[in-house]
């Protein structure tokens, strides 16, 4: 059957051991609009996520999966989701977690607003407000504190540059020359969002409300975070010197 993308928007779900969670999450987004599709862009997961994601495609012609050889990163696990779905003409393309951290029913409110904006963000923190349900503190002020951080060094007015909830239409994934994206961990949610910027292209945040995941292992680490650090410093010289 020829796949029917036409006026039809895509979810973005990267997933490494979510086996739990998939089947709980892709009905979720389904619901929510007739015109949504779900690709599942899984890392070889050793716990079968991959194998289960098939089946649900096998069965819905909305789902579809992108098989990756070896756990790479989500920003590469993004890469190239979007790159997929930049092969058909998907008009809109999200990210969402797998888990329950990222409210389906907000996917609504993305897509009213993407017809007057060129990136919609799933905030945690617009309005001066902290929308973060069961996280313990010490991994909100490293988020909340680490989104000020971006704020300050790149100059981008975006509270929560780092969140993973988003929305592009098209045009904005075509023009900020994905090739160029070198960030891997949470830094390449800024990198994505600050070369948007600077290329001239609309930003709103809208709120949302992060629940904490309730199964499953996050995947934070030192690494990520110190990737995150140094990566700020190199966006920041690089548009300075108009290399970006």
Known sequence: MPER?????????????????????????????????????????????????????????????????????????????????LERPYELLFEMDADVSHPPEALKEFIEKASEYDVVIGSRYVGGRVNVLNWPISRLLVS???????????????????????????????????????????????????????RGFRLLEVPILFTERDTGESKMSKKIMREAIWRLWWLRILDIFGRL
């Open 144 to 198: 909340y504190f680490g989104s000020l951080y971006a704020r300050t060094i790149t100059r981008m007015p975006v509270r929560d540059s780092t969140g993973g909830f988003n929305c592009w239409r098209r045009a904005v994934l075509e023009g900020v020359d994905l090739d160029r994206v070198q960030s891997n961990g949470y830094a390449f949610q800024i990198e994505l969002k600050f070369r948007a910027w600077r």
């Open 5 to 85: 993308t036409e006026g039809r928007y895509l979810v973005i779900v990267p997933t490494f051991n979510e086996r739990e969670n998939l089947p709980r999450k892709v009905p979720q987004i389904l619901v929510q609009d007739e015109r949504l599709d779900v690709l599942v862009v899984d890392d070889s997961s050793p716990d079968g996520t991959g194998e289960l994601a098939d089946r649900m495609a096998a069965e819905n012609d909305r789902v579809h999966v992108l098989h990756r050889e070896a756990k790479d990163g989500l920003g590469r696990a993004y890469l190239a989701g979007f790159r997929w779905g």
